[in-house]
Structure formats: structure tokens, C-alpha cells
């Protein structure tokens, strides 16, 4: 039966094959040849461009890929966070985020309406080509003006005021603004990544968005959409030479294959670690935390407009009613600052008289009654699982608020993009009347953290008050800066009085890290490895 | 019937599904709140700014004539340009693709090594302690949640003995395989191997203990069968009728199931993805859709839509193939 031979799967032969199949297998598993290959991931053994040389590389994973590399097309903080390892905003930060030299040298204000900035000498980009101020005023025009650039920057708003910027004669850089602005130079500091003109008129967006050419410490070595950006350091940055090589930025949502990542000495650096994790990272020899308070505070806005939220009795209930200083140690394990006003400590504007609105249910219930508002049914909706732990805090909110005797609430978990586009429309109408969110300011300034919300007209404003109104305006044009701070620290203490918001807290940034690497984490949510160094 | 004449046939009947699956997905955005238009424009953009965005992206039309638009690109391999990418959508899902593909098919291998065998001793053993393991071992596999279970592989094998990564997809097997061949590098080999190797048990332990529970109660059907009570009065080695004769009658249904399988993996490992940060269609299909990017969420399923029916149709041909009883009328 020679048929029946051929196509017979004897034992001998299932075993010939799974003994295969294994040694195949095991080959993958065993060998230490390969292991050189796990944190640097270059399989290429005729590169030698250095990003597999594990004692001078750093690795990064955080939660999201950028989705371009276009400085000025997006709005995603993990998408900057690629970016400004190899561009630079106009100013640098100190770590408390005042403004200090950077692609500025030396800035000044000419008049109302007029800004003067003046551009370091010297600066190479990462093609070679040099620095200029036109380079400087065309990276301001092309977030300002949609005919510039071949681009309508979703950034705009970044640069509120600002209508354009040339060179003058004397080789500095001229910022035109709508009117006085004192925000003009803290955005610069923040927003506005600086690229090359002609570099960037010479390419299509395509390329724009896959390729870099900054000033930054970093240049693109290589970019894989969706899996990882390598960069290897600039050897002529201005500032001096990164003192690590090479780096590779990738991303998990994940947070437990960040974390397990991390521990299994994959990675050097994972972002947005969950406060439950912290424990097991810090147990660790390997590994530890690196914290820093953020620049996100997270609030529940009440609508002005929207009974029972037109009384301020009721509003200054909700903030009695919960006690944050529990949720912070239980739900955020300590990872958090309770806030008191609209704007977060160290900021330009930010009143130090104010304290938190105390846990005092009795408080509350008495308010409620005063309001008028006794068996108030209301509802909070969330965007689910967009902040850290902020499903947990906004569960534990909802569970104090419906234990007062006189008020109850439900939550309703929604999409962040269906809550985005209700809260953004520009109709106050469609917002919903109570609700959670967290609001990233970089800019260091009060200002940015007190518009938006609490003044009428913009895209999504909440609350109206004439006096508080009044003042927050009065800071936006003020250019007096001891002026601008009282008027701001004012418009805090009346955000408290009212109780604009049930205010929660401040978000902390928590960062696992391998022992290998030192660094202190700072507020803007920025991994930038030039300030890291290894050990 | 000519298989010739049948996979014509085939094809113009998966073209009238394809085309369904693109009408479904196509309408799906309409029946989604929240807009693209809220991920690109500046938070202060004034209404006249978000129409104008609106009609940058072609929002602004009416629903059929954004359908015809959309059909009419399609037929000429075009899937739009990516919202939030600013890049063609095509590029992007393609690019994902292949580990998609890769990770599927490294679960159907799991499953075909380890399901069958199994199967096979279950049912000829039964009764005995490897029948008890092999069922206990399919409901454990069956119950199992794809998310615990990759984590727990991680934590285990990754975290606590450190013999695999953790994650990843360092290279793809195309490029490793280049390697091996042009190079005769092994290295890209053993690297893709071991980041597959988890993804791959996770995503195929439930399709494993699926066919064990299939191939065992096939087998203990055709062993029951005249024919086989036959081939043993022959004479024939019981080896030879249970592999020959029963396994062969058994691996019909089992093809069947096997090719659905595949296209739903591909579909499917969303999660294996997400757990193992693998590049594939189901994280660019997440991250898609929390921003709305339409282009890529659309492409990606009808892709995926596609491969199914291509899939269905070679299963079917391949049945065929496999017992000429069944016609291919």
C-alpha cells in the first residue's frame, strides 16, 4: 500500500515534527545571542548607526504613537512629546516654568500691540542650515495664518492674539497681536515649535509629517508609524550634546504592558503609571517612581445657566459634600493635590489664600436646603477612562454627593470624543449641565486656565459672572504684570466664592523608571531626554 | 461545475458582500456621536472655522453623495486621507497589516499543533486520565479571557522567569526571513519568533480548545463508523485507522472551522494586540476610533471584511477539495 505510506502521520512522525516545532521554538526562547536585541530592537547587523548600543540608549514607551510629526498639525500632548525632542519652542522653561533663554535671547514689549523677540545667532537645524528670524516668524505665521505654510493649524487657538510676526530691520523678530497681550511670550514658551522655512516649503505635507529638521537636542533617526521613533543625539545642538546617545520613543495604551515592560528591564522610562502600580514599581530594585504635580487640573464645571446650578448655595454644597483629602489617599493613593480655584499652585495668578472647600456633609445638606433645591436629582457625566483614576474619582464624587439626604446623583459614563464635541460646539445649550474634565495649561499662567471657562462666548464656557468676568478680561489686556497678577488672583478668589466648579484636583505625572536613569520629572508632561542622564 | 467556474462564482458573491460590509461601514459614522472636525479644529474656532474644516474634510455633503464619493475612490484603490494623519489611509492600514496577519496565523499553528493531537488521544483514550486532561484543558481554554490570560502570560513567563519579552514586534517575519535567506542572519528569526510566541498562545488558546472539543467528538463519531470497524476486521493497524481513515473524515468540519477562524482572528485580536502593544490592525482601529478618524476605521474593516471572504471562498474550495462527495454545485 505504498499510498497509504505516504500519506500515513505515524506517532513517529507527529513526533518528528513537534520535535521540530519545539526545537524551533526553543531556539526563539534560549538563545542569549538575540537578548542584545530586546531593548535596543535594531535587528539589522550591518547597522552600526549606534541605537543598539544599550549603555548610551534610552528608552521611552508612553501611552500614545504621535500622529504626525508635523510640529504644527496636531494637539495631542504624547504626539509633542516626539516632537520637542527634536524641535524647540522660542523660550526655554526653568523647573518652576519661568521663561528663560532658549531660541530667545532677548525679548521685550514695544507696545500694545507689538512684541519683540530676538533670535539666538548660531543655531544649526539638524540639515546643517542656520537659524534665522525669518525662520522664527514663519513658524509664528504658519500656526496664525492658514495662507502660510500650507497648513490651517489646529494651534491656533495656542497663539490667542496673535495675528503675525516679521522681521524688522534690525533683525528682530516683530509679533503683531489684536490688541495688548500679555500672554503673547508665555504661549511662545509653550506652543510654536520653531522649523526652518525652507525646509518646510520644499516638502509636501507627506513628508512634513514623516520626517524632522529641528534645532533640538535630537534628530530623527527613524520613524515607523504606529511602532517606534528613533532619534540619535544632535552633535551640534547650541546647548551642548545630549549625554545619551541614542533614544527610541514607543508607545502601549496599556498600562499594565507598560509597567510589566518596564520591570522586565525592557524599557528605561514608562509614563502614566497608574497610582495601584506605583507600590509594585517602587518594590522593585530595578525600578522607581518619579513623580511631579501636572499641569492638569481636574474639576466638575456646573452650569450657570441650569437649575439647580443657577444657585451658588447649591454649587458650594457639591464642594462640601465631597471629601477629596480621602479620595486622594484612597483612589489616587496619594498621587494628587487637592485645589481650591480654577488655576494650580506656581502659576502666574494663582491665589495662595484660598483653601479647599472643607468635607462638611451637614454644610452641604443646609446649603441645598437654602437653595431652594431640596431633592435635586442630578447626574454627572464623565468621559470614561480619560484622566488617571478619573472614572474612580468621579464614582467617588457621585457616591458623596448621593449620600446627602436632600440631593441625588447618578453618573453617566460617555465617549471623551462625544463629550469633546458637545462641549466645543460653541452652544452652551448642548453642554451638559455637570460634568468632569481635566484642563492642561502649559503656559504657567492663570489666564488660560480662568477664559476658556468663565467667560461668555468662548467655545466652551460654563459659568458668567459680571465682576468675575469683568476681571479675567481686564488681566487679558493688562500689561502691567503686578497689575495682571492681582487682577488674576482676584478673579481666583471670586471663582471659589461662586464655586465655579466642584474642584478636584491636581493631576500628578508618575513615571516609572529603571534605576539606570535619573531624572526630575517635570509638570509640562514632557519626557525630554536631554534633561535625563544615566547612572 | 469546473472549480474554475466555481471561484468565478464564488467571487462575484463575495463582491456583493464586500460591497456590503463598505455600505454597513460607511453608514456606521453616521450613526456615531461625535465628529472629526472636534479632533482638528483649535478649541476657539468659531463656527464658520468648523464648517469650513467640515468642508475641507467633505462633511459637509449629503450622506449619498459622500457615498458615491467614497465608492468611486474605493474602485480606484483609494481609501481617503487620514483625518488626524494627514497621510492616505491606504498606507497606513497596509503597513499594519502584515502583523495582523502574522499574529492570526501563528494562532491557527498553535492551534493546529497542539488541537489535533490532543483531539486524537482524547477520543481515542477515552475515559482514561489524557481524555480528562484534554476536556479539562478545553473548557479552561475556552473560559479564559484573551486580556487575563496575556497578562498572566507576561507577568509569568515575562516579569517572573524573563525567557520572553513582554511585547512588541521588533521585525516583522518578511523582513526576517530576508535576513535568514540573504544574509544568513538567524538573528531576525529567533527575535520574531520570540515576541510571537505569547502573543500567539494567547490569542490561540481558545481556537485550541475549540478543535480539541471538535476533532474529539468527530473522531469518536467516525470511529464508531462501519468503515472503520471494517479496516480493523482488515487487519490495519489501529494507528494507521485512526489517523488514515477516522482523522481524515474528521479534518472536514475541521478545515471549515479552521478557515472562519482565521478570518475572525484577523478580525479579532483586538485585544492580543492591545495586551502585547503588537502593531496591528485592531490597535490602529482602537486609536482610530477614539478619534474618529473615519478613513482609517473604514478602510481597516472593509480590509478586514475582504480577507474574510477571500478566506471563506478558499475554505470552501479547499472542502471540495478534501471530500469529493460534496459538490461544488
Not at chain 1, 199 to 216: C, F, K, L, Q, V
Not at chain 1, 321 to 342: C, H, R, W, Y
Not at chain 2, 200 to 217: K, N
Amino acid at each position: 500500500m505504498p499510498e497509504a505510506t505516504e500519506d500515513r502521520i505515524s506517532r513517529r512522525n507527529y513526533l518528528q515534527f513537534a520535535g521540530a516545532a519545539a526545537a524551533v521554538g526553543l531556539a526563539g526562547c534560549a538563545g542569549e545571542d538575540v537578548d542584545d536585541l530586546e531593548d535596543g530592537d535594531d535587528v539589522d547587523p550591518g547597522d552600526d548607526d549606534g541605537i543598539d548600543d544599550e549603555e548610551n540608549h534610552l528608552h521611552i514607551t508612553q501611552t500614545q504613537n504621535p500622529t504626525t510629526l508635523d510640529p504644527h498639525d496636531h494637539r495631542e500632548t504624547t504626539t509633542d512629546n516626539i516632537i520637542l525632542q527634536a524641535y524647540e519652542f522660542h523660550f526655554k522653561r526653568d523647573l518652576d516654568g519661568n521663561l528663560v533663554d532658549g531660541l530667545v535671547t532677548d525679548w521685550e514689549i514695544v507696545d500694545d500691540d507689538r512684541y519683540q523677540i530676538e533670535i539666538r545667532e548660531g543655531v544649526s537645524f539638524h540639515n546643517g542650515d542656520e537659524l534665522t528670524p525669518e525662520d522664527s516668524a514663519f513658524s509664528i505665521n504658519r500656526v496664525v495664518d492658514a495662507d502660510v505654510g500650507n497648513l490651517e493649524s489646529p494651534q491656533r487657538d495656542q497663539l490667542a492674539g496673535v495675528e503675525s510676526a516679521e522681521v524688522d530691520d534690525d533683525g528682530h523678530v516683530l509679533i503683531h497681536t489684536d490688541g495688548p497681550n500679555p500672554m503673547t511670550f508665555a504661549n511662545l514658551g509653550s506652543y510654536c515649535p520653531v522649523v526652518e522655512e525652507d525646509w518646510i516649503m520644499d516638502r509636501d505635507p507627506e513628508a512634513i509629517a514623516e520626517d524632522m529638521n529641528g534645532t533640538g537636542p535630537y534628530q530623527l533617526e527613524e520613524f515607523v508609524d504606529g511602532e517606534y521613533t528613533d532619534f540619535t543625539s544632535f552633535p551640534d545642538y547650541w546647548d551642548g550634546e545630549a549625554e545619551i546617545a541614542s533614544l527610541r520613543i514607543d508607545a502601549s495604551s496599556e498600562s499594565s504592558t507598560r509597567i510589566n515592560s518596564l520591570r522586565a528591564g525592557e524599557i528605561d522610562v514608562a509614563t502614566a503609571v497608574p497610582p495601584s502600580d506605583a507600590g509594585a514599581i517602587e518594590s522593585d530594585d530595578d525600578t522607581y517612581i518619579a513623580d511631579a504635580p501636572s499641569t492638569r487640573i481636574l474639576m466638575l464645571p456646573m452650569r450657570y445657566d441650569v437649575e439647580p446650578f443657577t444657585s451658588q448655595e447649591f454649587r458650594q454644597a457639591m464642594n462640601y459634600a465631597i471629601d477629596f483629602d480621602s479620595i486622594i489617599e484612597n483612589v489616587l493613593s496619594g498621587f494628587g493635590d487637592a485645589t481650591a480655584q480654577p488655576t494650580l499652585e506656581g502659576y502666574f495668578g494663582h491665589n495662595p489664600d484660598l483653601d479647599p472647600y472643607p468635607y462638611d456633609p451637614e454644610r452641604a445638606e443646609e446649603l441645598v436646603e437654602e437653595s431652594g433645591f431640596a431633592g435635586a436629582e442630578i447626574e454627572l457625566v464623565v468621559p470614561a477612562g480619560r484622566y488617571l483614576q478619573s472614572d474612580e474619582i468621579a464614582q467617588a464624587c457621585v457616591g458623596y454627593i448621593d449620600d446627602l439626604d436632600n440631593v441625588s446623583c447618578d453618573i453617566d459614563l460617555t465617549d471623551f470624543g462625544e463629550l469633546t464635541g458637545i462641549l466645543l460646539d460653541g452652544d452652551i445649550e448642548t453642554t451638559p449641565p455637570f460634568f468632569l474634565i481635566g484642563w492642561g495649561n502649559t503656559t504657567f499662567d492663570a489666564e488660560n486656565n480662568l477664559l476658556p471657562w468663565l467667560t461668555e462666548g468662548t467655545s466652551q464656557y460654563t459659568f458668567v459672572d459680571e465682576e468675575l468676568e469683568d476681571l479675567i478680561l481686564s488681566a487679558r489686556t493688562e500689561v502691567d504684570e503686578d497689575e495682571r497678577e492681582q487682577l488674576l488672583m482676584d478673579a481666583c478668589a471670586r471663582a471659589n466664592e461662586l464655586a465655579v466648579f466642584v474642584f478636584l484636583n491636581r493631576e500628578y505625572l508618575i513615571y516609572g523608571m529603571n534605576q539606570r536613569v535619573d531624572w526630575d520629572a517635570t509638570p509640562d508632561e514632557y519626557t525630554r531626554a536631554y534633561e535625563m542622564s544615566l547612572r | 461545475m469546473s472549480t474554475y467556474q466555481f471561484l468565478i462564482r464564488r467571487g462575484l458573491q463575495g463582491l456583493l458582500v464586500i460591497w456590503g460590509v463598505i455600505t454597513v461601514v460607511f453608514l456606521l459614522r453616521f450613526m456615531t456621536p461625535g465628529s472629526p472636525v472636534d479632533f482638528v479644529a483649535p478649541l476657539d474656532a468659531s463656527p464658520e472655522l468648523r464648517a469650513q474644516i467640515a468642508r475641507n474634510l467633505g462633511l459637509d455633503q449629503p450622506i449619498y453623495v459622500q457615498y458615491a464619493q467614497y465608492l468611486g475612490s474605493l474602485l480606484q484603490g483609494d481609501m481617503g486621507f487620514s483625518y488626524i494623519r494627514g497621510r492616505p489611509a491606504s498606507g497606513i492600514i497596509f503597513l499594519r497589516l502584515p502583523a495582523t496577519i502574522e499574529l492570526a496565523v501563528a494562532a491557527t499553528v498553535v492551534a493546529i499543533i497542539f488541537s489535533i493531537p490532543l483531539g486524537v488521544i482524547s477520543a481515542t483514550r477515552r475515559h482514561e486520565p489524557a481524555d480528562y486532561a484534554a476536556t479539562g484543558f478545553s473548557l479552561v481554554g475556552i473560559s479564559t479571557p484573551n486580556f487575563w490570560l496575556g497578562i498572566m502570560l507576561i507577568l509569568l513567563v515575562s516579569v517572573g522567569l524573563g525567557i520572553l519579552p513582554t511585547s512588541r514586534r521588533p521585525i516583522g517575519l518578511v523582513p526576517a526571513m530576508e535576513m535568514l535567506i540573504f544574509q544568513f542572519e538567524t538573528v531576525g528569526i529567533q527575535t520574531w519568533i520570540r515576541h510571537m510566541i505569547l502573543p500567539a498562545i494567547t490569542l490561540g488558546t481558545y481556537f485550541t480548545a475549540m478543535i480539541v472539543r471538535l476533532t474529539r467528538s468527530g473522531m469518536l463519531d467516525q470511529l464508531g463508523q462501519p468503515y472503520v470497524k471494517a479496516a480493523r476486521a482488515k487487519g490495519l493497524p489501529e494507528t494507521l485507522v485512526t489517523y488514515k481513515h477516522a482523522l481524515r473524515n474528521t479534518m472536514i468540519p475541521i478545515i471549515t472551522v479552521l478557515g472562519l477562524q482565521l478570518g475572525t482572528l484577523i478580525g479579532g485580536a483586538v485585544i492580543t494586540e492591545f495586551v502585547f502593544n503588537w502593531p496591528g490592525l485592531g490597535t490602529l482601529i482602537i486609536d482610530a476610533i477614539n478619534v474618529r478618524d473615519w478613513p482609517i476605521i473604514q478602510g481597516a474593516l472593509i480590509v478586514i471584511g475582504v480577507g474574510f471572504v477571500v478566506i471563506n471562498i478558499v475554505v470552501d474550495a479547499l472542502y471540495a477539495r478534501l471530500n469529493p462527495r460534496v459538490s461544488l454545485e
